[in-house]
T-cell receptor, first 115, second 112 residues
Framework: EAGVAQSPRYKIIEKRQSVAFWCNPI?????LYWYQQILGQGPKLLIQ????????DSQLPKDRFSAERLKGVDSTLKIQPAKLEDSAVYLC?????????????FGPGTRLTVL | QKEVEQDPGPLSVPEGAIVSLNCTYS??????FMWYRQYSRKGPELLMY????GNKEDGRFTAQVDKSSKYISLFIRDSQPSDSATYLC????????????FGRGTQLTVWP
């Protein structure tokens, strides 16, 4: 079974530029999560989708971050404009979505450096 | 105060040692407790999953939850160099949504 795919793996941009990350979840998984992991910290949830609807975006900085999940499969997370403090690894995870406690499977992450 | 506290280490032990990793939490609504392992440049992978208080064993790994003390532990017996990774505790309320609340992770090195 293929895992969660993410691209790009690494991205370096300057502050005030925009950037986008892509995630392809495990086939058949209805729930998709984006987490932000700052160096030395645990992942923090940014947004949760159930199919193509947003379930939880309470910790998403909506003035600069946006995310979408068209057709309930792939998802894109965008930052515009980026700030220095956005430097982090952005992890995508997916789960079956039958229950809130279904196991979340993580992708390898996209490491963003903002200069 | 963060909802989940975890000593970041680093922790360095010889091969074959017993490793003890711990987390404390403040929110009594947490019902589900997990341990994830994260290798360098990789995403977290689920190691152990426990509901409520008690012990759970899986091979060399044992997870313990003490809800009365708001304290969870992961024990690794006969540690191997391949166990070298960052170990993240995570928790879920279970009643609403699927958000995981993570500790900051403990970096473990097992030397031969």
């Amino acid at each position: 079974e293929a895992g969660v795919a993410q691209s790009p793996r690494y991205k370096i941009i300057e502050k005030r530029q925009s950037v986008a990350f892509w995630c392809n979840p495990i086939s058949g998984h209805a729930t998709l999560y984006w987490y932000q992991q700052i160096l030395g910290q645990g992942p923090k949830l940014l947004i949760q989708f159930q199919n193509n609807g947003v379930v939880d975006d309470s910790q998403l900085p909506k003035d600069r971050f946006s995310a979408e999940r068209l057709k309930g499969v792939d998802s894109t997370l965008k930052i515009q404009p980026a700030k220095l403090e956005d430097s982090a690894v952005y992890l995508c995870a997916s789960s079956l979505g039958l229950r809130d406690t279904d196991t979340q499977y993580f992708g390898p992450g996209t490491r963003l450096t903002v200069l | 105060q963060k909802e989940v506290e975890q000593d970041p280490g680093p922790l360095s032990v010889p091969e074959g040692a017993i490793v003890s990793l711990n987390c404390t939490y403040s929110n009594s609504a947490f019902q589900y407790f997990m341990w994830y392992r994260q290798y360098s440049r990789k995403g977290p992978e689920l190691l152990m999953y426990t509901y409520s208080s008690g012990n759970k064993e899986d091979g060399r790994f044992t997870a313990q939850v003490d809800k009365s003390s708001k304290y969870i532990s992961l024990f690794i017996r006969d540690s191997q160099p391949s166990d070298s990774a960052t170990y993240l505790c995570a928790m879920q309320r279970g009643s609403t949504l699927g958000r995981l609340y993570f500790g900051r992770g403990t970096q473990l090195t097992v030397w031969p």
